[in-house]
């Protein structure tokens, strides 16, 4: 029996300006909490819908969705003045044990530390300075009566800040993490002198071999689009809508190995639906990178979710 030709895949993203505002998203928010699974948390907002074309038939079919987590790219005050908070609190302890390393400071010490955390600068900032935003986006399959989780899209921001600074220009860093995978896939975006347009590489590993993709976004286009390539060959492209009101785009993966891969073709959709946030992502590296430049390294929080990824699974336990 012969072995079938592989079918392309196209998806269209409809994403949402006003996520809150969108009349589906009463609907699907009702679903994802009533959800078996635990990547939809209740700081998730529905930001997007994906629908998948027959590649037979030509119809099209309301599929996935995709969730926002709202707690660490919409941050209010409150939060950050908690984290500043947090922050004080452990660079008083840091400069209490410099000057005696336990116990209880004399009047002259605790003079002393007065001064210092007087003329601190982590202890002197003001919560507006800290940057803390960070880009998540989880994937969801919605279109049988199980919910279940897709993949999920991340902000490096440690990765982004040097990057950056080596370049001497802004450039995001994303990493994907699909179920059932032991692998996670980092998206980088790259920079070539008089190449203005983005250009993003990653290493999609299929569990028995290696693809190299690249990204390029489109000197002249209307919307956001793309050239998908992988190993120097054509696979597919983005089309990225010019007339909508949030970031619309279709996503076309030509009849390939990949194109029949579940898991490339969900790591696409996440990439493209990240697509519309990456002005604010630029300008949140920007942020990141001016205050490191000037010393003021501390203004960058990095959470724990994002140093869980560059845990060494190597280290001694």
Known sequence: MSKKDPQPSRRYLDMWALPGMHPSNVEILQQMKSADTNHFTTHMDTVGTVSEQDPKTGDWEKTHMVGLRTDVWKLDGEELEDALGV??????????KDIKKSGRLSAKQQKELDARLESDSVMTMKSGEIEKRRLILKLFKTSTERVRWCGTIEQVTTTEVHNSIGSRRNLLTMVVMLPRNDHVTYIQQNHRTFRIPSLFTFGFYDG???HHVTIKRKWVSIGADFDVECDGNSIGEIDGRLFSFGADSYVDVDACDLSENVGFVDLMTLFTASVGYHKA?????????KAALNGES?????CNEELRLLHNGRAAA
């Open 298 to 302: 501390h203004c960058h929080l990095v």
């Open 208 to 210: 028995s071999r290696m």
């Open 87 to 96: 922050m004080q609190d452990q660079r008083r302890q840091v400069l209490k």
């Open 281 to 289: 992502m630029r300008k949140s590296v920007d942020r990141r990178v």
